[in-house]
C-alpha cells in the first residue's frame, strides 16, 4: 500500500503571517491524520520560517501520530532532530535564501559528513532517507551510506507537467531510479511540487511507496477543506 505523508510548513507559513496563534500546525498535524494521512511531514528549517521549535516538539509528541521531520545536516539541527526524537527523518539539503528545497542532496560531497549523522539516528531506531534527484549515482551512494530510503525530488518533473511540457524522459528517469532503488533495498519516496495531476502519473510506479506532499495540500484546502484534498490524494495513490 503506498502512504500518504502531508507536509504541513505552510499552516505555518499562513499562520505566521500574523505572527499569532492561528491556524495552529499543532492542529492541523491532528486533523490531517484523522483525514488519513499517514505521517505528518514537517521541515525544521534553520532560519525557522515556518515550523518553529516549539511547534515541532509539540507535533513530535502527539501519541500515535508518525511524525517525518525533514532537517539539514547543520550540527545544530542534528542535535535538535535527536532531542525531538521524531519516527522518521528526512535529510534536506538547505540554502538560506532559496523559496523552497531546490534540489537534492549533494552526497559526493557530503558523504562522510552523512554516513556519521545516519548511524547517529540509527542508533536511536530512527528511519533516514535521504533527499535526492533521480540519478543512478546518488542512488548507489545511499545505499553506501546506509540509509533506510532515499525520496526522489519531484520538482523537475512537477514544473514539466504545470508548463505543459514533455515529461516522459523525467518520468522513465524517476521509474528508472525506483526500480533500481527498491531492488537495493531502498524504500522509495517522492516529494516537492507535486499536484493531483503529476501525483497520478507517479503513482503509477510500483516502487513508490510514500508521496510526501506540502504546499499543494494545503493551497488547495482553501477552496475544498483539507479533509477532503487528502482524501483525494489518499484516491489517487491507490488508485494508481
Ligand atoms: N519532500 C521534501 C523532502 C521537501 O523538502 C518538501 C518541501 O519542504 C516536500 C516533500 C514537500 O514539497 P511541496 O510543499 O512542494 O509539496
Redesign the pocket.
Known sequence: MKRLGV?I??VATIRNARGEYHPDPFFAAKFAKKSGANSI?I?LREDRRHISDNDAKRICSIKNLLVNL?ISTNPKMINSALKLNPNFI?I?PEKRKEI??EGGLNLKKNKSKLKKIILRFKKKGIRTSL?INPSFEDIRLSKNLKAECV?IHTGKISNLVKSKKNHSKELKKIKKCSVLAFNLGLEVHA????DYKTTKLLAKINEISEF?????IVGESVFYGLSKVIKNFRKIIKKK
Not at 191 to 194: D, Q, T, Y
Not at 212 to 216: A, D, L, P
Open positions: 507536509n510548513d505552510h511531514t521541515h525533514e528526512c534536506v523552497t528545497t533527499f525520496e516529494g516537492h511540487g507535486l510526501n506532499i506540502g504546499h499543494y
